[in-house]
Each structure stands twice: as C-alpha cells, then as structure tokens.
C-alpha cells in the first residue's frame, strides 16, 4: 500500500489520516507549526513533518489546507509531487461571513481553485475530492443509502486511484470528467454548508440518481 502524505492538520486532514490508518495505509500529515505536529502526532498516530517533508514522504497525496494557502502551499512543493496523484481536498472560500448561509468564493464560475493548483503543478495529477461534505462523514458514511462523491481530473489512471479509495471509505463515486469540471463540484460546498449555517444541520450529503 501507497505511502500517504496529507498536507494540513485540521479537521479534514485529521479524519482523513485516521481513515487511512484504520485501512492500513502509512500516513504522514504536515503542519508548519512543530508544536501542532506533536499534538496531531499523538492525536491520530501517524507521522509529522513540515509540509515539504510530507510532500516528499508521500507517494499519495491529500491536500487538506484552506483555499486562501492551497495555491502558496503547492507552489511551495510542487516538484516534490511530480507524477503523483494528489487529492485535493481544498475549496476556494473567501475570507467574507456568509450572507444567508451562502459563502463567498474568490473564483468565478469560468475558473477553479483546481485549476490554478494544477497549473502551478503541471506534473502533478490532482484529483478534486471529499470538498462537498462534512469531516465526519468523509469515512465509513452513514446515511439511509450510499452517498456520491463527484471527482474530476486529467489523469484516468488518477482517478481510478482514488475511486479505490473511495470504495474502501464507503463512498459511491461519480466521475465528471476533466479538471475544468471543478468549476462545478467545488460550489457544492457552497450548497452542502447552506443548512448548517442557517439551521445547524450538517449531518447530509449528495446523491446523484439515476433512472433505470
């Protein structure tokens, strides 16, 4: 099994890493800040490093930073990830309060902070995933059927990697095709925080159905 490096250690990198581990995977997740990598470190069990040193360490990546870093944090590695596949987890939130639960993005809708991230990294095979549902759902879902996880990406080999993943986690997943179609999946989050925000209910997920 592929070595892991998840670049962040919040929320999100935090219930990643631990899901990994459960399945057997070797997981490293990065912090710039050293006191914060030994408190994840005891946390989750798994290996801390700076976010090169993660990037380096793993041969599946996981991106788990805010979108306002995401593009400084890749340029930062990106010749450490050349040909690997690198999830990103990342959305392109603004740092304006939300108006009536809806969050601000600093794309536009002819344009994704995936997009940007794979042009800093062109060698890199990103893979958009996990950015429409909650931290506590992202492994082992349970809901009344199979959620669906939306992915895109350039590299089918990529996105076969983490569709096997995403099988292991419980998740049914839907491809859309290349890295442009990010400019569709990333406002999902925006969707997917309006009832939380306007009513605290955060316990939901996509499902994408289909006719017979």
């Known amino acids: 099994?592929?070595?892991?490096?998840?670049?962040?250690?919040?929320?999100?990198?935090?219930?990643?890493?631990?899901?990994l581990i459960n399945l057997g995977y070797t997981v490293m997740l990065g912090s710039r800040d050293a006191a914060k990598r030994e408190t994840i470190k005891k946390e989750t069990g798994a290996e801390v490093g700076d976010f090169k040193e993660v990037?380096?360490?793993?041969?599946?990546?996981?991106l788990a930073v805010k979108g306002i870093v995401a593009e400084t944090v890749i340029k930062l590695v990106s010749s450490m990830l050349d040909g690997k596949t690198v999830i990103d987890a990342t959305n392109p939130i603004d740092e304006k309060p939300p108006i009536n639960g809806v969050?601000?993005?600093f794309t536009t809708n002819d344009d994704s902070l995936m997009e940007r991230l794979q042009e800093l990294a062109p060698?890199?095979?990103?893979v958009k995933a996990f950015n429409s549902v909650g931290n506590s759902h992202m492994v082992n879902p349970q809901f009344e059927s199979k959620p669906t996880m939306f992915i895109c990406g350039n590299s089918?080999?990529?996105?076969?990697?983490?569709?096997?993943?995403?099988?292991?986690?419980?998740w049914e997943t839907e491809d859309m095709g290349a890295v442009?179609?990010?400019?569709?999946?990333?406002?999902?989050?925006?969707?997917?925080c309006?009832?939380?925000?306007?009513?605290n209910r955060w316990n939901h997920a996509f499902k994408l159905l289909k006719s017979k």
């Open 1 to 19: 099994m592929k070595k892991v490096g998840i670049i962040g250690s919040g929320m999100v990198a935090t219930s990643l890493a631990k899901g």
């Open 55 to 62: 990037a380096a360490f793993g041969e599946l990546v996981v």
């Open 103 to 105: 969050l601000s993005f």
């Open 123 to 126: 060698k890199a095979n990103f």
């Open 156 to 170: 089918d080999t990529a996105k076969k990697e983490v569709t096997s993943l995403l099988d292991k986690f419980g």
């Open 180 to 192: 442009e179609a990010a400019r569709a999946i990333e406002p999902l989050c925006i969707l997917w």
């Open 194 to 199: 309006i009832p939380g925000f306007r009513e």
